[in-house]
């Protein structure tokens, strides 16, 4: 029998640690990631769950319980497949999933750590607060970065570089610099409300204050109706791409004879290319 290939036993893993969480039924049959006040979220939602495995009948996880689940499986998954890319990405890789109670945020990494400094005067002046707020000092989800590298590292198949020359890169370890943030990723698990516009807020603040390269910024959603995924999806300019918990699943769910306005909005997220599975986030990061 020929071997899974590793990102197919991931993604089942994934969905199976999922089953096993928080995505569950109540004894009514709505599933823990469906509205339970729209019928055709609880269909859409039941039909993904059932084509992942068999789920489980429990009380509905508590929103800020299943959204930190969610988090770390989606970290896992990231870290059993972005990992195995090593010989596409070189370099010392590392994923993280970032605590709300991290005060310093995005500001421990390179691009982002004169924002330290900037807190610290915004702090020490009420007027400047006032002006300038606290938005700038985000703390993504997750987080994917490198350690900058040794000269002797560098210099592994010839000499390219001493004390002198290039002396200022990032990616040099002598230059002082700290961790090069390489994606930032929100989970969204749910998308209801304001959560699209606080994942565009981020990203926008991502692209504003950053002083080099920006990260990718991506988004990962386990909402099951296309039209609210469409509310963080559609559109350029913030987030790089939108990547569903189980696309596959989705569009085999949302035939056009069955839902044919939710059809149309997911065709023109899949085929505009702003929409994709989590089993193609991995290799978008090698990009």
């Known amino acids: 029998m020929t071997p899974q290939p590793l990102f197919a036993e991931a993604r089942r893993r994934y969905h199976d640690a999922l089953l096993a969480s928080v995505l569950t039924s109540d004894a009514n ?23 992942l495995g068999t789920l489980t009948i429990k009380p ?28 596409l990405r070189p370099g010392k890789w590392s994923l993280q999933v970032l605590e709300q109670r991290d005060k310093h945020g995005i500001a421990q990494f390179e691009q982002y750590a004169h924002l330290l400094a900037l807190a610290k ?4 002046s009420p007027e400047l607060a006032t002006v300038l707020g ?5 703390t993504p989800d997750i987080v994917v970065f490198r350690d900058p590298v040794s000269d002797d590292e560098i210099n592994t198949t010839k000499v390219l570089v001493d004390g002198v020359v290039a002396a200022r890169s990032p990616l040099r370890k002598s230059s002082g610099s700290q961790a090069l943030i390489h994606a930032s990723v929100s989970c969204k698990w749910t998308l209801r409300s304001d959560r699209a516009q606080n994942a565009r807020s981020e990203a926008l603040n991502l692209i504003r204050n950053r002083k080099g390269r920006v990260p990718h910024i991506v988004s990962i959603t386990g909402e099951p109706l296309p039209g609210r ?13 939108v990547y569903h918990f189980a696309l596959p699943e989705l569009l085999q769910v949302v035939t056009q004879d069955a839902y044919p306005d939710a059809y149309e909005t997911l065709r023109t997220l899949v085929e505009g290319k702003r929409l994709r599975d989590i089993s193609d986030l991995p290799l978008d990061l090698c990009i």
């Open 134 to 138: 606290n938005d700038y000092l985000i």
């Open 60 to 87: 509905k996880a508590k929103g800020q319980t299943a959204g930190k689940v969610f988090e770390n499986l989606c970290r896992a998954f990231l870290a059993d497949t972005f990992l195995a890319l090593g010989h």
């Open 29 to 51: 049959g709505v599933v823990s990631n469906a509205d339970d006040g729209n019928a055709a979220s609880v269909r859409i939602a039941r039909a993904i769950a059932e084509l």
């Open 121 to 124: 005067a915004v702090q020490q």
């Open 229 to 241: 995924i469409a509310s963080l999806a559609l559109g350029t300019s913030d987030l790089d791409c």
